[in-house]
């Protein structure tokens, strides 16, 4: 797993580079925050989509609930960065729609985007 620092002002972010799936289960899960912790003193993520396994975006898994509470727990904020626009469940479109009126976690088209609200929070 690589990784890059943006900063702004006192905000610091991690964007993760990974060909790789990350956040595979809650103890990776659990792993993935202690390692760009560890590396980077970051609490402020930014993950590309297809970093995250299909389960993940499958609500009936609980696969999502479980790991982004883990990322609440730990008082770190989360941007998944990927193209949501041709999701069909709406069940999946809601808890992507409802994540991005809150702080903690959000679902966003770029890096830039991701950039905006995690330097906001």
Known sequence: MRFRIHRQDNSVVAIIESNELLLTDVQTALQFLS???EETGCSKIIIKKESIPEAFFDLK??????????FVNYQTKLAI????QSITSKSLHDFIYESNKGHDFCFVATEEEALTRLHRW
């Open 35 to 37: 390692d760009v912790y």
């Open 81 to 84: 960065v990927g193209d949501f």
């Open 61 to 70: 898994t609980k696969l999502a609930g479980e790991i982004l509470q883990k």
